[in-house]
Nanobody
Framework: QVQLVESGGGLVQAGDSLRLSCAASGRAFSIYDMGWFRQAPGKEREFVAVIKSRGSELYADSVKDRFTVSRDNAKNMVYLQMNSLKPEDTAVYYC??????????????????WGQGTQVTVSS
């Protein structure tokens, strides 16, 4: 089991950058696939990015070439570097972890472990 805590959210202007962090506690962090999701008001939670246990990455089309996910297994940390932010990126961002990917990396149901979320607000 792993516990997750996000940080780094805030209020920025369009075009700015922000880096989110997710601190994980628990054993064997390196075997987890770690995802980032976001949820805007009135919308469903949606996939943003995932970095798999072996290091490969997958991104939603809406953030590709702007966001970069990374991990530091020695520190039990996952990061989401967000560049060229847009107002439509405004949402609560969540990190999530899974060992058994039963329903696909983009599906919330594949991730049993979630952080509490961090708010990102991008003003125009």
């Amino acid at each position: 089991q792993v516990q997750l805590v996000e940080s780094g959210g805030g209020l920025v202007q369009a075009g700015d950058s922000l880096r989110l962090s997710c601190a994980a506690s628990g054993r064997a962090f390196s075997i987890y696939d770690m995802g980032w999701f976001r949820q805007a008001p009135g919308k469903e939670r949606e996939f943003v990015a995932v970095i798999k246990s072996r290091g490969s990455e997958l991104y939603a089309d809406s953030v590709k070439d702007r966001f970069t996910v990374s991990r530091d297994n020695a520190k039990n940390m996952v990061y989401l570097q967000m560049n060229s932010l847009k107002p439509e990126d405004t949402a609560v961002y969540y990190c999530a972890g899974t060992v058994v990917n039963a329903r696909g990396y983009t599906h919330t149901g594949s991730y049993p472990y979630w952080g509490q979320g961090t708010q990102v607000t991008v003003s125009s």
